[in-house]
């Protein structure tokens, strides 16, 4: 008898945003830039995950209004919906119904270990926090495991969640038979943890804003941009170099998002920079390589978003290929956990 073997595959990637707010520069360069560059390598699906940001308390018409927009960049960032793979998580059912499959062998502990989990908790009332935010990071592993995906371009923030979906599915493979490929984070050299311009200690974030000059949002006008920029906080210093000092995180911020943005090498930037007069220099030029990283994005956006019925065409047409690679995981994953087959 012949071996029966799985057919070959491109490798894939999945990853996913949540439309809680506006995006911003740390999103698209620890996020978005890679999926524009991966999708040529991979066969990519990008999902704007929306059932992730009911998590924390939230506004139905805002999500909505988020719901697209967050899509309308996908494309404007630069993914192909004619290679890629473009859709609404909550489109495809098969993310809520693996998520509960896989809620049902996770043990709590590695939830409650979670990091995002504590600080988002910590930030709200202990009776409003939701079962829904300690239970993200197995709706997450349900994303990316029913596409099994080979690879997941995120930021830094999101390593240990990664790292919960491998040993899920690692877990779930012991337990029921091989089933899901096991994920490998995919996370750029550059620009994969841009702080905030307002307080260099903390993350950039789109939900999170603590002032108007937090961060700068892929849709910012030039001259809001570039205020932003200017106003970030440094230090007292005038030295500009790549530094770990937590006292000199601003400027090192700073010259992160040029690295992340020109994709010059760390050597180049600082001899490029070892003749300005002081961190003024750095900001004006940190501000024009900004400005023209987002022209191009913004005027694809405009132009994208003149007709709305035109992605939400993209995003019918996208359910449609995501949910006939979801479905054939779904079913081998009942099969596999013991669940009678319903007759037709
Ligand atoms: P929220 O504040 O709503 O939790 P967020 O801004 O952290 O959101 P997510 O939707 O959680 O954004 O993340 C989308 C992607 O952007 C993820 O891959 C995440 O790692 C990446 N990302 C988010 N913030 C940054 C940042 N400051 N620097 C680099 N990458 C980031
Ligand atoms: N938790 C992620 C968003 C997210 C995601 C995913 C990323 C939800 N599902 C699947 C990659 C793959 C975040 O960035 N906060």
């Given at each position: 008898?012949?071996?029966?073997?799985?057919?070959?595959?491109?490798?894939?990637v999945?990853s996913?945003?949540?439309?809680?707010?506006?995006?911003?520069?740390?999103?698209y360069l620890?996020a978005l830039k890679q999926w524009a560059r991966e999708q040529h390598n991979y066969?990519s699906?990008f999902?704007?995950?929306?059932?992730?940001?009911?998590?924390?308390?939230?506004?139905?018409?805002?999500?909505?209004?988020?719901?697209?927009?967050?899509?309308?960049l996908y494309l404007a960032c630069g993914i192909d919906?004619?290679i890629s793979?473009v859709?609404?998580?909550?489109?495809?059912?098969?993310?809520?119904?693996?998520?509960?499959?896989?809620?049902?062998?996770?043990?709590?502990?590695?939830?409650?270990?979670?990091?995002?989990?504590?600080?988002?908790?910590?930030?709200?009332?202990?009776?409003?926090?939701?079962?829904?935010?300690?239970?993200?990071?197995?709706?997450?592993?349900?994303?990316?495991?029913?596409?099994?995906?080979?690879?997941?371009p995120?930021?830094?923030?999101?390593?240990?969640?990664?790292?919960?979906?491998?040993?899920?599915?690692?877990?779930?493979?012991?337990?029921?038979?091989?089933?899901?490929?096991?994920?490998?984070?995919?996370?750029p050299?550059?620009?994969?943890?841009?702080?905030?311009?307002?307080?260099?200690?903390?993350?950039?974030?789109?939900?999170?804003?603590?002032?108007?000059?937090?961060?700068?949002?892929?849709?910012?006008?030039?001259?809001?941009?570039?205020?932003?920029?200017?106003?970030?906080?440094?230090?007292?210093?005038?030295?500009?170099?790549?530094?770990?000092?937590?006292?000199?995180?601003?400027?090192?911020?700073?010259?992160?998002?040029?690295?992340?943005?020109?994709?010059?090498?760390?050597?180049?930037?600082?001899?490029?920079?070892?003749?300005?007069?002081?961190?003024?220099?750095?900001?004006?030029?940190?501000?024009?390589?900004?400005?023209?990283?987002?022209?191009p994005i913004?005027?694809r956006?405009?132009?994208?978003?003149?007709?709305?019925?035109?992605?939400?065409?993209?995003?019918?047409?996208?359910?449609?290929?995501?949910?006939?690679?979801?479905?054939?995981?779904?079913?081998?994953?009942?099969?596999?956990?013991?669940?009678?087959?319903?007759?037709?």
């Amino acid at each position: 008898m012949s071996e029966t073997r799985p057919p070959q595959r491109n490798k894939r990637v999945l990853s996913g945003v949540q439309p809680s707010g506006n995006l911003t520069i740390g999103n698209y360069l620890g996020a978005l830039k890679q999926w524009a560059r991966e999708q040529h390598n991979y066969e990519s699906f990008f999902c704007v995950v929306d059932l992730h940001a009911i998590t924390v308390p939230y506004d139905p018409a805002t999500l909505r209004a988020k719901t697209r927009e967050v899509a309308a960049l996908y494309l404007a960032c630069g993914i192909d919906p004619a290679i890629s793979t473009v859709f609404v998580q909550s489109h495809i059912p098969a993310h809520s119904e693996l998520a509960w499959l896989l809620n049902c062998v996770t043990p709590l502990g590695w939830l409650y270990r979670m990091t995002q989990f504590k600080d988002k908790a910590a930030k709200q009332q202990a009776e409003s926090v939701s079962a829904g935010l300690l239970n993200y990071p197995v709706l997450m592993a349900a994303d990316i495991l029913l596409y099994q995906a080979d690879a997941v371009p995120v930021g830094d923030d999101q390593r240990q969640h990664l790292e919960l979906t491998r040993d899920l599915a690692q877990r779930f493979n012991h337990l029921f038979g091989e089933t899901f490929t096991i994920p490998e984070p995919m996370i750029p050299p550059a620009g994969a943890r841009i702080r905030a311009l307002d307080d260099p200690t903390v993350k950039m974030s789109k939900s999170e804003v603590s002032s108007e000059y937090h961060a700068v949002y892929l849709l910012d006008p030039p001259d809001k941009a570039r205020k932003k920029i200017m106003r970030a906080v440094t230090d007292s210093g005038r030295e500009i170099r790549f530094s770990d000092d937590p006292e000199r995180a601003g400027v090192n911020n700073l010259l992160e998002l040029y690295e992340a943005m020109t994709g010059e090498t760390r050597e180049a930037i600082e001899a490029h920079f070892a003749t300005a007069r002081g961190y003024g220099d750095l900001k004006k030029e940190v501000a024009d390589v900004l400005i023209a990283t987002l022209e191009p994005i913004q005027a694809r956006y405009h132009e994208l978003t003149r007709d709305v019925s035109y992605i939400d065409g993209l995003l019918a047409e996208g359910a449609a290929r995501a949910r006939v690679v979801a479905n054939a995981t779904l079913d081998l994953v009942r099969e596999r956990m013991g669940f009678l087959k319903a007759r037709t």
